[in-house]
């Protein structure tokens, strides 16, 4: 077994182990035939030991600090994620750093491969939005070789690293108290990947609203995105149908949309619907949407910020855990069944409006 090292071994710390040249190392390392077999061997032997493992891009530097971060989302085609993606690159371009993204596809395997070449290159720090549990254990390595770690919009408890998160749980209960407001009591919660913890306190400030309503939770909540729509219309043409939804992010929202389009079910006649994450295109919808909204640059800025600040820092002070929650809005549109009662409204006082002049108008004939 290779033991731990303090800091990152060096070609240099090879060939002191090994007993020869810092040329020779590199040789071996490059696959040279210019060596002899036992001299290899002892190189080798070194490397296993010290955990040395060969960095392209600190060779390429020729021993210049990285000016690179890397930047891991689930999926690139989630708006949400894209945008925290182009925040990112900017704030970091602006510092003099580039950004290598890369995208998980929500595979654990994909995520733990990616992690794997992070950590052979010579990466400054690494952003990441985690697809799964399982990347905890070499994100703790990572910041055992001393490389800063921010964790975005999902974290987990225990880890080294900075965390910028948003209000799940009060933007739930925004959400599910405006669908009360208008007289909802049969509101469904639907959507997936409850085992983040964003996804957890979106659930958690759904039964919030719920319980402090005096209304009964229920749910659909499922392993993948594409199975919500399906499961929500089956709940839609059970005898005791909900009369509003709150999906927990726009995944969710959108397959239940076009399952809803599908199948002819109107909104909001048939169903209101609040979703948690606004998007380019909500506002355009047939029925626009209202929607709680993430400042998803904000997070990608915040990220950014706190993770170069991470690395400008020595490593002797890089054990600063920050952990940054940011506001969330409720966006009101006609998804929810607002656009009836703005009508009502505006109706009502239009009439009140008309009752004012009409009366104006007689004082002043009468004057």
Known sequence: MPRKPSRIPTIADVA????????????????????NPKTAA????????????????????????????????????????????HAVQQVAAKHGYMTLLLAS????????????????????????????????????????RGIPVVML?????????????????????????????????????????SQFNSIGQRIEGYEKAMAEAGLRSQFVVVDEGTAVGPKVLQKIRSPKPPTALFSLNNVATIQVLQTFQKENIHVPEDVAIVGFDDFELAPLLAVPLTAVRQPAAQLGQSATGILLDWIQRSPDSRSLHAHVVLPTELIIRRSCGCESIRRIRNDRNDDASRQKTETNNLSSLAS
Not at 62 to 75: E, F, M, N, Y
Not at 153 to 168: C, K, M, Q, S, Y
């Open 16 to 35: 002191r182990e090994s007993g020869v040249g810092s040329m020779t190392v590199s040789r071996v390392v490059n696959g040279g035939k210019l060596v």
């Open 42 to 85: 002892r190189v080798r032997a070194a490397i296993r030991k010290l955990g040395y493992e060969p960095n392209e891009a600190a060779r390429i530097l020729k021993g210049q600090s990285a000016r690179t971060i890397a930047l891991i989302v689930p999926d690139l085609a989630d708006t949400f994620f894209s945008i925290c993606a």
């Open 105 to 144: 596809e929500r595979d654990p395997e994909s995520e733990a491969k990616e992690l794997a070449m992070i950590k052979s290159r010579n990466i400054a720090g690494i952003l990441i939005v985690p697809s799964n549990p399982n990347c905890v254990s070499q994100l703790e390595e990572l910041r055992a």
């Open 153 to 193: 919009d999902r974290t987990f408890p225990g880890l080294d690293a900075g965390e910028v998160t948003v209000e799940n749980v009060e933007g739930a209960q925004k959400a599910v108290n405006h669908l009360i407001d208008h007289g909802h009591t049969r509101i469904l919660c639907a959507g997936y990947d």
